[in-house]
């Protein structure tokens, strides 16, 4: 399965992020499990969008939830979780890229400070980020049935055939078009209804 594909994997579970908090802030520890099982692959994926090798973003990922156990009593909307994780990583990597300036020597030897990224990318990586999210956000909206479809048609490399998809879902292979098309129209929907699609 690729990066894209295992990023945008439908979660699991009905319960808001509201909830979620709610019950982390009560000491629940399933909750806790459940809130990093539901952004674990947000977080993780800015420092390999910004170049980093997966230790250095299983680093970041490491410090982001620890920041974010020690600032969740002070998330005043639990709904602004998404942005506010955002914001955290790309801190993070911020501060790891200036902790760890690379230096490479040039032709004669000397030393020469590795070329910055493009100033643009943290700007171009977050709307990337937050679409991803609000993708996710939306395919977990579906209902099983679809969120099942969704994953098997466009999530998995390569796709399954239609015939594959109506056996696991227990339908008849003519009606995975029909089917499809009203799980994009609800998916459509459900990033509209969030302002990912217009």
Same mark, same amino acid.
């Given at each position: 399965? /690729?990066?894209?594909?295992?990023?945008?994997?439908?979660?699991? !579970? $009905?319960?808001?992020?509201?909830?979620?908090?709610? $019950?982390?802030? /009560?000491?629940? *520890?399933?909750?806790?499990?459940?809130?990093?099982? @539901?952004? =674990?692959?947000?977080?993780?994926?800015?420092?390999?969008?910004?170049?980093? =090798?997966?230790? *250095?973003?299983?680093?970041?990922?490491?410090?982001?939830?620890?920041?974010?156990?020690? #600032?969740?009593?002070?998330? @005043?909307?639990?709904?602004?979780?998404?942005?506010?994780?955002?914001?955290?990583?790309? +801190?993070?990597? /911020?501060?790891?890229? @200036?902790? =760890?300036?690379?230096?490479?020597?040039? #032709?004669?030897? +000397?030393?020469?400070? *590795?070329?910055?990224?493009?100033?643009?990318?943290?700007?171009? %990586?977050?709307? #990337? %980020?937050?679409?991803?999210?609000?993708?996710?956000?939306? %395919?977990?909206?579906? $209902?099983?049935?679809?969120?099942?479809?969704?994953?098997?048609?466009?999530? #998995?490399? &390569?796709?399954? &055939?239609?015939?594959?998809?109506? /056996?696991?879902? !227990?339908?008849?292979?003519? $009606?995975?078009?029909?089917? @499809?098309? +009203?799980?994009?129209?609800?998916?459509?929907?459900?990033?509209?209804?969030?302002?990912?699609?217009?």
């Amino acid at each position: 399965m /690729s990066m894209l594909a295992s990023a945008l994997e439908p979660q699991q !579970g $009905s319960r808001t992020d509201r909830d979620l908090v709610a $019950s982390c802030l /009560s000491g629940d *520890e399933q909750a806790w499990c459940d809130l990093i099982d @539901r952004y =674990n692959r947000l977080i993780f994926s800015i420092p390999l969008k910004q170049g980093l =090798n997966r230790d *250095e973003a299983a680093d970041i990922f490491q410090a982001v939830c620890l920041d974010l156990v020690a #600032e969740l009593p002070r998330l @005043r909307d639990p709904q602004a979780l998404p942005a506010w994780l955002i914001q955290a990583t790309l +801190h993070k990597v /911020s501060k790891w890229r @200036r902790r =760890n300036d690379r230096y490479v020597p040039d #032709e004669a030897g +000397h030393a020469e400070r *590795e070329a910055a990224p493009d100033a643009d990318m943290p700007d171009a %990586v977050l709307r #990337e %980020v937050q679409q991803t999210q609000a993708l996710r956000d939306a %395919v977990a909206a579906l $209902s099983d049935r679809c969120q099942r479809m969704v994953q098997m048609l466009f999530f #998995e490399t &390569p796709a399954r &055939p239609y015939k594959d998809v109506a /056996s696991e879902l !227990g339908v008849a292979t003519g $009606s995975i078009g029909f089917l @499809r098309g +009203h799980c994009l129209d609800r998916l459509r929907s459900a990033l509209e209804e969030i302002g990912q699609c217009r």
